[in-house]
């Protein structure tokens, strides 16, 4: 047989394609989803602006400012199998986490982040029920920005409870929303954006009210900068209820947030169901080994978050004598209900190369950054005319 041509080659690659000089679509005949006309958008934080004389500051993604531990940055200087395959249970991490958190490795499912194992949840959880109807899921509103996203995606319906008016969640009306079509409801704790934290008894309360066959999620993504003792701790409520699942991070506590690593601790009534909806290779081998060795050395971990905290309670010190009401907060943020000047003082930040996070005309989130960030930061708020309410 002769060898086919490459004009031949083409041809038949493309099938019965319109000829060249053929004009083009101007509009592609796709159909996606009407789903996602009814989606908000996620909103990333944006960088700092470039202003001649001033270091610029990133204060808009809550990220921690110190990075991750020596150990880590080892890791990634050494890794060179970027060629290969990630292993696919992430055996070796979920045996190390089973260790440093006392539970069985086979409770711990990892996820390209929190945000990654919370959408293998809903992946697993939430769609369009038997009779066609979307399942619901019930959040906190304002809470963290991508519940909505996730579950419209996953097919589910999206319950938004208002928070009470300190920003903290209204369990009370979380309760009271859950329906016989409620398959999952998210406690996010502390609360982001607004930052306070749900105690052990709230959420023991909150679940006595819920039908134990509702998924209960308790997103930890900022649990290490907690230090009251009476708030939950979501391990320690997932060896009591069978329906509940713990989210937890490498991105804020670990500084890990570009390597897109988190995990999900739950009873084995609910983890075959999570590995089930989880994407092939969704967690790659340089995160897993960083996040090794991140736990190994959480001694140096927990020194970077004790410093986050310490310059947390100076912003809040210093916003305390300005006069400055704020939610409370155990996370490495505060929010400021700034309302109608939202605009003009994320508008100042950015005049002085420093990045906050605006939503809409609610408020401003300020992460803790570092000490030279948080100092500018309050000599901002010093200037700005109006504070925030409560």
């Known amino acids: ?35 996602l006309s009814r989606l908000p958008r996620y909103v990333a934080g944006k960088p700092p602006l470039v202003v001649e004389g001033l270091p610029s500051y990133k204060l808009s993604s809550n990220e921690n400012p110190f990075g991750p531990v020596p150990a880590v940055r080892e890791v990634l ?22 260790e440093f958190l006392g539970v069985p490795a086979e409770d711990v499912v990892t996820g390209a982040g929190s945000l990654g194992a919370l959408n293998q949840l809903l992946g697993a ?49 979380m309760a009271a929303a859950v329906t016989d079509r409620t398959r999952v409801v998210l406690l996010c704790t502390p609360n982001n954006p607004t930052g306070p934290s749900l105690t052990t008894a709230q959420v023991e309360e909150f679940l006595a009210a819920v039908p134990r066959d509702v998924v209960v999620v308790i997103d930890e993504a900022y649990q290490e900068f907690q230090r009251r003792d009476d708030l939950v701790d979501g391990i320690d409520v997932y060896r009591r209820h069978p329906n509940v699942v713990v989210l937890r991070t490498f991105s804020k506590a670990h500084g890990l947030a570009g390597l897109r690593i988190g995990y999900s601790v739950a009873g084995q009534g609910i983890t075959p169901y999570l590995r089930q909806s989880s994407p092939a290779f969704s967690v790659t081998d340089l995160a897993q080994r960083a996040a090794i060795a ?37 996370a490495n943020f505060v929010w400021l209900n700034l309302g109608e000047h939202s605009g003009r003082f994320a508008e100042l930040c950015d005049a002085h ?28 708020c010093a200037q700005f005319p109006h504070a925030p309410v409560l």
């Open 125 to 173: 959880f939430v769609g369009a029920g038997e009779d066609g109807a979307p399942d619901e899921v019930v959040h906190a509103w304002r809470s963290f920005e991508a519940y909505p996203i996730s579950i419209g995606l996953s097919g589910g319906l999206s319950v938004p409870v208002p928070n009470r008016r300190d920003g903290s969640h209204d369990l009370e009306a």
């Open 294 to 330: 991140s736990v190994r050395h959480y001694d140096q971990v927990a020194e970077r978050v004790q410093r986050v905290v310490d310059e947390r309670e100076r912003v809040l010190a210093g916003l305390d004598a300005l006069g400055w009401p704020y939610p409370e907060t155990q």
């Open 1 to 35: 047989m002769a060898p086919m041509s490459t004009s031949d080659a083409t041809r038949t690659l493309a099938g019965n394609a319109p000829a060249q000089d053929a004009a083009p679509a101007t509009t592609p005949a796709v159909r996606p989803r009407p789903a």
């Open 353 to 380: 190369a420093l990045a906050v996070r605006r939503f809409g005309d609610e408020g401003v989130r300020v992460t803790v950054g570092e000490p030279e960030a948080n100092t500018r930061f309050l000599e901002l």
């Open 77 to 98: 200087a050494d890794w060179d199998a970027v060629h290969r395959y990630p292993e696919t249970t992430s055996a070796e991490l979920r045996e190390v986490l089973g």
